[in-house]
């Protein structure tokens, strides 16, 4: 078992996969678990891997998540399901790879390729198995992943507040939008109206969090609430004296050095802060889970963070894209401040969730639940996972990508991860060819030392290994002339 130290040095991982035997599979708790727990995932916007302070950042200071830290697990190399928000949020809701429910881009932006990102009909969300098990479920925030039938309150939420299906808000100054621009539409945060120029947006839904909290707390029934913070996707903002704090603070020669992206942080923490001081007071958390995660790695242009020593950013299949902080407490279960080295992934948290509220779910569904259930490691830190390859597919978004910058973090690419080898496949366009990077991330976790040219065979192993993925899941077909033609009818 391993400690967790407030020095948090979480940045030295291991990439070390062990073979048990161990089964995926969603199935009812313990018959001796009794009453059913509140859940609550706590999720974060482009939080990146080194964003807390207790996870190596030089400038932020994250006390409340810190000290949630100290009495949760820790999973040192924790995964999104893809490097953007639209996709990894869709494979938390259902369990399963993105690429499988052809999600594969932010499509409704321009994506192109197949790259859906409505929850099919037939797919049924953690909101859905836990309201038809009888829970009370509430969706705060960020949303992201439909309209129409696809909206919190259509998919298994009773309370749907404040969420909109739009990557950020405009302005998380009140009245969360700006005169006159172009995305005030897409971007408005509904439910909000009573608030006034002192509701930071980060504090004015924190708030609705802590009202259901203690409202639910006294109906003393089962809830679930999945709390999608809007922070910390831009646009940058923080209140002025956060800013002037970490301008204080921060040092020329730090790694992080945004003051007003460090500020931005501290009102997450900030609201983390608030929700865990309600369970408390509510007199519920010693029956109340607390997940906490992100939805991908941190935003490194325009000098936001920095995911260091993980190479790249959010958008990116290097590393830094896709590693995320995640931090998960069950009362009477987890050992405080303990830590696990399992390589878990955003898809996991389904099949967890369910298997701790002794909930079954709908079996078509759970056929293809791609994610593990995480409660033997929850129960056990020591506890390996069944071998497994982490799969990764990104397309292009015209959203996000324009033709003449389609550097390595912005071009197309499949990735595995099978063992200690990494395998990234970037795909051809009509003006640049395709190529491949391979790197033991055992030895080499920031990606510095490509290896593809002298291990061929490696490289065609996990291409292999890539290619059945694709297949097994039905992947969307990556369409090259289709794509080169999309960008150059918008642009």
């Given amino acids: 078992m391993k400690t967790l130290s407030h020095n948090c040095n979480f940045l030295k991982v291991s990439f070390c996969v062990f073979l048990v035997f161990f089964s995926g599979t969603i199935s009812a708790s313990d018959k001796s678990t009794g009453k059913r727990p509140n859940i609550v995932l706590i999720l974060a916007d482009d939080l990146g891997n080194a964003d807390l302070a207790c996870t190596g950042s030089d400038l932020y200071q994250t006390p409340n998540i810190d000290m949630f830290a100290s009495e949760a697990m820790y999973f040192s190399q924790s995964y ?24 594969v881009s932010h499509a409704a932006l321009g994506g192109v390729t197949g790259g859906s990102v409505k929850i099919p009909k037939e797919e049924i969300t953690i909101g859905q198995a836990l309201q038809k098990a009888g829970y009370t479920t ?19 939420y009773d309370f749907d507040i404040a969420s909109n299906d739009f990557c950020c808000p405009v302005n998380y100054f009140y009245p969360y939008s700006k005169e006159e621009h172009r995305q005030n539409a897409l971007a408005a945060v509904p439910d909000l109206e009573d608030r006034g120029p002192e509701d930071f947006l980060t504090e004015a839904i924190t708030d609705e969090a802590v009202k259901f909290i203690e409202k639910e707390a006294a109906n003393k029934m089962p809830f679930f609430l999945n709390m999608c913070y809007y922070a910390v996707h831009t646009p940058i903002q923080a209140e002025k004296d956060k800013v002037e704090k970490y301008d204080r603070l921060r040092r020329e020669d730090a790694i992080h050095r945004n003051a007003t992206y460090a500020g931005l942080v501290e009102h997450l923490d900030d609201g983390v802060g608030r929700i865990l001081k309600a369970i408390k007071e509510s007199g519920i958390e010693e029956n109340t889970i607390v997940i906490f995660a992100s939805d991908n790695g941190g935003e490194t242009g325009m000098d936001i963070t920095d995911n260091f020593p993980l190479k790249e ?52 569904h759970n056929r293809n639940v791609d994610g593990f259930d995480l409660t033997p490691i929850l129960r056990n830190p020591d506890a390996k996972l069944a071998n497994r390859s982490l799969h990764f597919l990104r397309y292009l978004s015209l959203i996000h990508y324009r033709p003449e910058d389609l550097t390595e973090k912005k071009r197309p690419c499949a990735s595995i991860i099978k063992g200690d080898w990494k395998l990234l496949e970037f795909f051809e366009l009509p003006t640049k060819k395709g190529y491949y990077r ?21 490289v065609k192993e996990l291409l292999r290994a890539s290619y059945d993925w694709r297949k097994s899941v039905d992947a969307p077909a990556y369409d090259m002339e289709g794509f080169y033609g999309a960008v150059s009818r918008n642009n």
């Avoid at 399901?81 to 690429?99: E, M, V």
């Avoid at 050992?335 to 878990?344: F, H, L, N, P, Q």
């Fill in 138 to 156: 509430c969706h705060i925030g960020k949303w992201h992943i439909g309209l129409g039938d696809n909206v919190p309150s259509k998919r298994g």
């Fill in 80 to 103: 999104s399901a893809h490097p953007t928000c639209q996709p990894s949020r869709l494979a938390i809701q259902t369990g399963k790879y993105p690429a499988r429910l052809g999600c």
């Fill in 438 to 458: 391979l790197y033991n991330i055992a030895k080499d976790p920031g990606e510095l030392n490509d290896l593809s040219e002298e291990m061929p065979e490696k």
């Fill in 313 to 364: 950013g959010k958008g990116s299949q290097y590393e830094g894209g896709y590693r995320v902080p995640l931090f998960i407490k069950w009362p009477g279960v987890t050992k405080a401040g303990t830590t696990s080295d399992e390589r878990v992934i955003g898809i996991d948290y389904y099949p967890t969730i369910l298997k701790m509220a002794g909930v079954k779910g709908n079996r078509n």
